[in-house]
């Protein structure tokens, strides 16, 4: 008890020595206490804000193996890049348009997959029964592995005719066992199994934790009122688990847009066009032709490409608007 | 009572994670007092190892100027027999040159060895010697010292190192920027088992013997296969294809280097050729379409494969740890192109391009650290190591008098890959050679991709070196 | 409260199938753990002989013991850094109004859609200007990973955590403001213990984060911070020098690896699980 007294000092000298003006006058403890935003602006601004102002200034430049020693002094070629990156594109040809377009529908299709299941794992091991530990244990396994583990072995699995895949779809007469997962138009849905196997845990997770978090007193009550399970379910538990729901989509959307290690393990580079996803492109143009402008330009029309469709989804859901004073 | 049991939980959690937040911060200033002795601990060294080694650095300060890093890539193959090598290595060095210190660190793939080149050229700051593959991109970045004549002879003068790898070593004589420490030729490996059974005598030496060959080694019943392609790989397909378009007189970017050639006649020849292996002759197995370098090894060493033409020494410890370890044996890579009875007008005769490591020195080293660089250079070029580097990884010396009258350098597969070296011939020695091969490997991946889904058709092969081409003229401009 | 046959029967059944849809990979992997490096891949499903020895050298073949206490090092202290800051900036986010605040909250999800391939050399440019700077090393060293992970988790654990806040009701912190706590006294009182199982689930996922990357951490570590990540990834590279891949020791180092999260996991979970079923929020 006597530490957090301490404490107690502690924070409020910080908070009136680094406080503005106007916070002085407000002396309630409704004031906001900035302090407690201060780390997370800084670590944004250092880590985050200027490495991609120096990734936007890059995209201006024609930063290459030739003018990466003096990359300061390296020429300005304006939007060039730009039109590049949607024309031309990596040394593939594939221009950052395709290469969104693939990185756009591997995500939607695998959270459109791993959201389902993941609620339904939460929902049945939410309630106790016998051995449920175990069942949470198990559930949990594929987010154990690293996902190039992972992509390794999908890889093996997806082999043509001698993977197991293969092996027994064609032992169920359901594919030929010449279905090629590892190269051309199936290379796009090899990804995505391999990827919603390994994520949908984290749907699971973030729901079973709200669904945790939903006070039993709510269902007794519900209960007594006689309320069945169908209608306690849309009563109770769907509006409890709506926005971290909205949230975890959202999350799990960006995170698999972002997906770079599984394709770049499972196909290796040069990939089939349709599992060319946008990091994979970048990479290559970057870091393996050495098109670091290219690649930035690519970088940022996808930030502008994704930034609308992503802030108007927490406006459409409303999230972070909620218990706000 | 609740609430103090759940701040108890809490603290516990939280507990666990700032004892290892605080094990991370009472290792920081650890590491900043290294800075100015030895920057990189050598790997394995246990925390307190590391501490007293930094410790010892900081005050021999002011006695040993001069401190170089090594930055090799990592033997995957063998990293125990690795450290244990270079470490001694570096006691000798140091007690040779008492005014050097010398610490080590390793890259662990090929990915990880182009980002360091890039951050090292970006930021000028990294090893004072780093250990590279491709020596054209390294060039092109301007961020490596060129060697001097002087610096040829600090470090045992050009004679000493294999005349072929040294075309490798920068765009001409005296443009050198690369030091070879290691050979690394291709050859063919084949199955002495299979071949006894399918009662072929001999090795084929020429591409019509090593289809007939592999006709007959080839029992798709049974999974068995007379060769076998990877055309998933990213740098296999390049590799096979300029050794057969240089045989067919071609080659994938003229010769200074201006102009995209990817799209010329023995090129296309020469892709055809690698494809029809699976679509004409059926000597290669349909799932080799989606395969990479290390499937297509792992088929070898199950005895599906009889044949494996480009394949390099380093091949040979998971050869011998393998079902094939009695069976296996190399010979040169056949060098008269398919249908003909010699090589066509312009034609050389490849077997091999040059291949192997090489060591460089970025242009932020500069005096005595320079010079100490050079020492440690000369000292791992030198016959005794060599040798030493030999019998610990398995690397092939790049020193011509290591084989002079040393029994264990003189093995029959030794003797043939260092004939097929003086067959070695270098690659274009572009800066944008980073694109030639993916822009190849993609018009391989799609070939491959057509042919497994059925759409391939007669054409498509020289429409999608065509497209490559184009890529490539956009960056040679 | 009673559940349901037909629920009990459906539960049944799906979890079932999805544990079978897990396990077989699974076991898959298992198998492949216990087969002969050069027998991996080569269609037959069960090797000529059980290669246990493979549990053995892995811990010789590349520094395994050593790389995992880094990723574990790494990834506790990124997961515990992500929670602990951005716990202030969503519990100021999401309870105060404030200039700039809307710019803030989207900024950091779309901070979410940069590739992290991009940032990576521009980072690298940014970190060495710091080193030179002020003459400290950094690269190599944990906290210098650590930080760089944050670049992830932490707008990731902002966005966690802020509609954590949401769910629960601010009457209670407005009563215990009436009662005049403080400030910290009403954070480390009420709203912690409440938004425990939020903070773990953040924790949780930036600790796997850190833990499945590889491209940063193969830049920004030297030999003696690699993490496990890279580590695995050198049992592949085999492949590139034109050898074999040791497969059958790869898939047991990967296996092995997943033991360090499988024990924060099981040690965790009480925490998440546990939470609020008590009736401490009442709405």
């Not at chain 2, 182009?114 to 050229?121: Q, S």
């Not at chain 2, 003797?415 to 993609?442: I, K, T």
Request: glycine share 8%.
């Amino acid at each position: 008890m006597r530490g957090e007294g301490v404490q107690v000092d502690f924070a409020e000298t910080t908070a009136t020595s680094t406080g503005a003006k106007a916070s002085r006058k407000r002396r309630s403890a409704n004031r906001m206490p900035m302090w407690m935003l201060f780390p997370t602006l800084f670590l944004l601004l250092l880590i985050i804000v200027v490495p991609f102002l120096i990734a936007v200034y890059t995209s201006l430049i024609d930063l290459n193996q030739y003018t990466l020693i003096h990359w300061v002094r390296a020429p300005f070629v304006g939007l060039g890049n730009f039109i590049d990156a949607l024309k031309q594109g990596s040394a593939l040809g594939a221009s950052a348009l395709r290469s969104v377009w693939v990185s756009v529908s591997f995500s939607l299709v695998t959270t459109a997959i791993i959201t389902p299941v993941g609620v339904m794992a939460a929902l049945m091991v939410n309630k106790p029964f016998r051995g449920r530990k175990w069942i949470r244990a198990l559930f949990l396994l594929p987010y154990v592995l690293p996902v190039f583990v992972i992509a390794l072995v999908w890889r093996l699995l997806f082999l043509n005719g001698t993977g197991l895949i293969d092996q027994v779809l064609s032992w169920l007469h359901i594919a030929n066992k010449s279905t090629y997962w590892l190269i051309g138009p199936h290379t796009f849905w090899a990804m995505v199994i391999a990827d919603a196997w390994g994520s949908w845990p984290f749907i699971y997770l973030m729901v079973l934790a709200a669904l945790q978090s939903i006070s039993t007193d709510q269902y007794e009550s519900a209960y007594m009122d006689g309320a069945g399970p169908v209608r306690s379910f849309f009563s109770i538990t769907v509006p409890n688990i709506r926005s971290i729901l909205g949230l975890a989509v959202l999350l799990s959307t960006l995170n698999h847009f972002n997906n770079f290690t599984l394709p770049f393990i499972m196909f290796g580079t040069p990939p089939s066009p349709q599992a060319d996803v946008l990091p994979l492109n970048v990479y290559i143009t970057s870091f393996q032709t050495f098109n670091f402008g290219l690649g930035a330009a690519m970088s940022i029309i996808t930030l502008i490409i994704m930034m609308i469709p992503a802030i108007f989804y927490i406006r459409m859901l409303k999230i972070g608007e909620g218990a706000t004073r | 009572m609740r609430k103090h049991a759940k701040r108890a939980l809490l603290g516990a959690a939280m507990g666990l994670g700032s004892s290892f937040a605080l094990v991370a911060c009472t290792t920081m200033p650890q590491g900043v007092n290294t800075s100015n002795g030895s920057a990189e601990v050598k790997p394995g060294g246990t925390s307190t190892a590391s501490a007293t080694h930094a410790n010892t650095a900081h005050e021999n300060a002011s006695i040993s100027p001069v401190t170089i890093s090594l930055s090799l890539g990592l033997i995957t193959s063998n990293p125990q027999g690795q450290k244990k090598m270079v470490n001694d290595m570096i006691a000798k060095f140091e007690k040779q040159n008492p005014g050097i210190k010398v610490t080590w660190s390793t890259w662990d793939s090929a990915s990880q060895e182009d980002t360091d080149i890039e951050t090292m050229t970006a930021t000028g700051q990294g090893p004072t010697i780093m250990d590279v593959g491709p020596i054209p991109t390294a060039y092109a970045t301007h961020g490596f010292h060129v060697l001097s004549a002087a610096d040829w002879k600090a470090i045992g003068g050009k004679s000493r190192y294999f005349a072929k790898q040294l075309t490798m070593s920068g765009p001409s004589a005296s443009q050198e920027i690369g030091i070879p420490w290691e050979i690394n030729p291709f050859a063919l490996v084949y199955n002495k088992k299979m071949f006894q059974e399918a009662g072929i005598k001999s090795p084929p030496t020429t591409w019509t013997q090593f289809v007939k060959d592999a006709q007959k080694l080839t029992k798709p019943s049974k999974d068995q296969w007379g060769t076998g392609i990877d055309p998933a790989d990213s740098i296999d397909p390049w590799h096979i294809n300029w050794v057969m378009a240089k045989q067919l007189g071609g080659d994938f970017l003229n010769s200074n280097y201006t102009k995209a050639t990817l799209n010329s006649k023995p090129v296309q020849t020469a892709l055809s050729f690698w494809f029809d292996w699976v679509n004409k002759f059926k000597i290669a197995s349909p799932n080799d379409l989606d395969y990479k370098s290390t499937d297509l090894v792992s088929a070898f060493q199950n005895q599906k494969i009889a044949m494996l033409p480009m394949q390099s020494y380093a091949f040979v410890p998971s050869l011998n740890a393998s079902a094939v370890k009695n069976d296996w044996a190399y010979a040169p890579m056949p060098t008269i192109p398919y249908g003909m009875s010699k090589l066509p007008k312009g034609g050389t005769p490849v077997q091999t391009f040059t291949s192997g490591d090489f060591l460089v020195i970025p242009t932020y080293v500069q005096g005595a650290q320079y010079q100490a660089a050079l020492k440690w250079i000369n000292f791992f070029t030198s016959v005794p190591q060599q040798r030493e580097i030999f019998n610990s990884i398995g690397y092939l010396p790049v020193n011509v008098d290591a084989y002079k009258n040393y029994k264990p350098l003189e093995t029959p597969t030794i003797s043939m890959l260092e004939q097929a070296e003086n067959h070695a011939y270098p690659y274009p020695f572009s800066g944008n050679w980073g694109n030639v091969e993916v822009a190849f490997g993609g018009a391989a991946n799609q070939i491959a991709d057509e042919i497994a889904t059925k759409t391939y058709k007669n054409g498509d092969i020289a429409s999608a070196l065509n497209a490559a081409n184009e890529q490539i003229q956009n960056t040679l401009q | 409260m009673t559940q349901s046959k037909t629920w009990v029967r459906i539960r049944f059944a799906g979890i079932v199938i999805l544990g079978l849809i897990i396990i077989i990979p699974f076991l898959y992997m298992v198998i492949m753990s216990l087969t002969p490096d050069s027998e991996v891949g080569d269609g037959t499903l069960f090797p000529s002989h059980w290669a246990w020895g493979n549990y053995v050298t892995m811990w010789s073949n590349i520094g395994l013991g050593q790389y995992l206490m880094n990723s574990v090092i790494i990834s506790a202290a990124t997961g515990f850094l992500a929670t602990v800051i951005a716990f202030g900036a969503a519990y100021v986010i999401s309870r105060f109004k404030f200039r700039g605040r809307k710019v803030l909250l989207y900024s950091l999800i779309t901070m979410q859609t940069v590739p992290q391939v991009m940032m990576l050399l521009p980072l690298f440019i940014v970190i060495v200007f710091i080193q030179q700077a002020f003459g400290i090393r950094l690269v190599g060293q944990y906290y210098t990973i650590v930080t760089t992970y944050l670049t992830f988790a932490l707008p990731f654990a902002c966005w966690l955590l802020i509609s954590y806040f949401e769910n629960i009701p601010i009457d209670l912190e407005e009563a215990a403001q009436v009662d005049g706590a403080t400030r910290l006294q009403l954070l480390f009182r009420v709203v912690l213990p409440l938004m425990l199982p939020g903070m773990v689930v953040a924790f949780v996922f930036s600790f796997l984060l850190s833990w499945g990357d590889v491209l940063f951490a193969s830049v920004l570590t030297s030999n003696t911070t690699r993490t496990i990540g890279v580590g695995l990834q050198a049992f592949l590279s085999a492949g590139d020098a034109g050898g074999g891949v040791y497969w059958g020791q790869l898939m047991a180092a990967s296996l092995t690896s997943g033991i360090p999260i499988v024990v924060i996991f099981l040690l965790l979970q009480r925490y998440i699980l546990g939470g609020l079923t008590s009736g401490a929020v009442k709405s």
